[in-house]
């Protein structure tokens, strides 16, 4: 099959739904999507590897010059989040000189936790030894950051070694009074004619979506239930009705602006980014 633009596919809960439809609803012979970690698409974006992925809007950020972003659409939280969450063996008030398990799969959410750490908690960076892992749970660390279905299934699963749980998209709606957006949908630059009415094409069915889950929430539920069995059917219909937003709008664009501001003020971003979209054909 002659594909001509590959999509990079967050493998988690929060994306089943818009991928669901894109692939077995409204299937397009012309594109195909490469299935990873957060992590792992932020590198196959950059290096070329894909061309166009619901990355970490961090990533947007430190390759700005070469990227686009889709309007209106993005992962984010409005309050809670419920998958990008901070597991502490001691409350996160006591963490200085204490040892912290970074997940390896995330970029912006890794970055989120040291930002709300260093601003509304006081810390410093070289009050926190932060590790980065695999396997958070496992490092023997004080506090574990968990994110995607790792964090819902410790949700529906906690550890008894765990017992100080804080959700990072309430900590940031707490303090900021904002939306948190953890991923946006970037695509390169360099993309030929031909590949930008491919991706205009998908932003469209990307917006059809997002319509489809809100009048057919129980057959989506049904298939991610399917698809993701360790995850009750009430559980998955919370998560996308109350936790998960895929909307950027004026509020998340704010949040995301705030977010920037914050990550070059501690030396996480050496410029505050632009924000570049995709131009209406």
């Known amino acids: 099959m002659n594909h001509r633009l590959t999509v990079g596919e967050i493998a988690y809960l929060n994306c089943f739904p818009l991928f669901h439809y894109l692939k077995y609803r409204r299937p397009d012979p012309e594109i195909r999507y490469l299935p990873g970690h957060p992590a792992d ?13 619901p990355s970490s809007s961090l990533a947007y950020a430190l390759d700005e010059e070469n990227c686009f972003i889709l309007p209106d659409l993005a992962i984010a939280s409005r309050e809670r989040v419920d998958s990008v969450l901070l597991a502490g063996r001691i409350p996160i008030e006591e963490l ?4 912290l398990a970074l997940t390896s799969h995330s970029l912006t959410s890794v970055n989120l936790l040291k930002i709300i750490l260093f601003t509304w908690y006081g810390y410093t960076r070289q009050d926190i030894d932060f590790a ?5 749970l496992a490092t023997g660390g004080d506090g574990a950051l968990l994110i995607g279905d790792e964090a819902l299934a410790f949700r529906c699963r906690p550890e008894a070694g765990y017992p100080h749980v804080y959700d990072l998209g ?3 709606r707490r303090h900021t009074g904002l939306p948190f957006v953890y991923a946006l949908w970037i695509g390169r630059r360099d993309l030929d004619a031909g590949r930008i009415e491919l991706v205009r094409r998908l932003h469209r069915r990307l917006g059809e979506a997002r319509s489809y889950l809100q009048a ?3 057959e989506l539920i049904s298939a991610a239930a399917a698809r993701y069995p360790q995850f009750p059917p009430a559980l998955i219909r919370s998560y996308w009705q109350h936790s998960i937003s895929w909307d950027l709008d004026d509020d998340a664009r704010r949040g995301l602006e705030r977010f920037y501001r914050l990550a070059h003020r501690y030396g996480l971003l050496e410029r505050i980014p632009a924000l570049h979209f995709l131009a209406a054909s």
């Open 41 to 53: 698409l932020n590198r196959l974006l950059a290096a070329g590897g894909i061309d166009l992925s």
């Open 170 to 172: 309430t900590l940031w």
């Open 96 to 99: 200085a000189g204490r040892k």
């Open 132 to 136: 980065t892992t695999t396997t958070p």
């Open 216 to 218: 057919n929430p129980d």
